[in-house]
Each structure stands twice: as C-alpha cells, then as structure tokens.
T-cell receptor
C-alpha cells in the first residue's frame, strides 16, 4: 500500500503558486520523499526529492516539515502546462528503486 | 539521446495470444523497471532489474515474464494474454547515486486484450 495521502484534486490559477500537500505520517528516518508528475497519460516525470532539508530545483521547491510527517511541493508560477497528476512517494534508501505510486493529486491550472 | 524507448506504442491481442513488449534505454543505467497503469490508477510495479543479469518481482508479477537481455534492454512477455492485462505499460530506468533514484520513464505501450 502507498504510504502517502494526497488530496485527489486541486485547482490553481495560472501564474500563481501551486502548493500540493502530502501526508506521510509513517515515514521512517531513512526514507526519501519523491515527487513525480504525469501529464495526460505520458510516462511519469521526476520533479524533485528530499530527505529532511528543503530542496529547490528549476522545476519546483520541496518543503518537508521538521517531523517529516508531511511535505509540500511548490510550483512557484504555475502554467497551463503544469496541469497533471502529481504523485508523492516515499522510498526507502537502497531498495532497488521500487516506487509505490498512490492515486496522486490531479492539479488543474486554469487561465 | 532518446532516453527510454518502448515498442510497440499500441497493441490489440486476443485472449490467449502472447506478445513481448520491448524497452531500451541509452543512459547507461543499471536498473530497469516495468509498471502497469490501469485507468484512473497509479502505476504498479510488475518486475524490475537492479542490474544486468538480475530480475525480481514487483507488486503484480503474475502472468508476466521478463528478460534483461543486456544493460540496455529489458523486455516484458505475456505468455497467454487475459482481458485483465488490458492496461498501459511503462518501462523506466534509473541509476543509483548515494542510494537515491531518479527514474526516467518511456512513453508507454497501450495494450488491449479482447
């Protein structure tokens, strides 16, 4: 079973920040939080991952709470092309890369 | 640099027929994976190969076999297709850096079994 809980859907206005929450209350100390997205039935695309520090790359920022029980993916200036299903996944270090996908959050960016 | 490629893109089979889905990656990754995605669902891992010469079962391996032909190629075989195997199949590859994995996915094969 997936170890994460995400809202099934969210809306965001174009140009505004999209904040996607994820609950992973049973996460263990050596599990990473990964975010992927899937645009219109294409293959999923890696976005970002982190262990306990906040992370930022050219696509997004990842904020992990101090107790690591939840995290938020931030798309700073959402565009229509960011409309996708976003998956939050926890993955044990050195587990052969096996990803357990949940249902994800369907983000709709609206003009 | 094509990344991960999959063939065919679409396939229709009759119940009981067999077929092999092909996957290749040109990123020199050690690990490769096969997932399936049913309508409205997240992906589920079928099989994976942590390195050339090794394969292991994922969440839903029944009805499938795999072959890691070499470092580049990882194939998925359906010996006797069933309607329950109607799905979109994704192949992925990754490399390990400090135990952290970023997976790269192919475009998928859309399979219908009638």
């Amino acid at each position: 079973d997936a170890k994460t809980t995400q809202p099934p859907s969210m809306d965001c206005a174009e140009g505004r920040a999209a904040n996607l929450p994820c609950n992973h209350s049973t996460i263990s100390g050596n599990e990473y939080v990964y975010w992927y997205r899937q645009i219109h039935s294409q293959g999923p695309q890696y976005i970002i991952h982190g262990l306990k520090n906040n992370e930022t790359n050219e696509m997004a920022s990842l904020i992990i709470t101090e107790d690591r029980k939840s995290s938020t993916l931030i798309l700073p200036h959402a565009t229509l092309r960011d409309t996708a299903v976003y998956y939050c996944i926890v993955q044990l270090y050195n587990q052969g890369g096996k990803l357990i996908f949940g249902q994800g959050t369907e983000l709709s960016v609206k003009p | 640099n094509a990344g991960v490629t999959q063939t065919p893109k679409f396939q229709v089979l009759k119940t009981g027929q067999s077929m092999t889905l092909q996957c290749a990656q040109d990123m020199n990754h050690n690990s490769m994976y096969w997932y399936r995605q049913d309508p409205g669902m997240g992906l589920r891992l079928i099989y994976y190969s942590a390195s050339e010469g090794t394969t292991d079962k994922g969440e839903v391996p029944n009805g499938y076999n795999v072959s890691r032909l070499n470092k580049r190629e990882f194939s998925l075989r359906l010996e006797s297709a069933a309607p329950s195997q109607t799905s979109v199949y994704f192949c992925a590859s990754s490399e390990v850096e400090w135990g952290q994995y970023e997976q790269y996915f192919g475009p998928g094969t859309r399979l219908t079994v009638t």
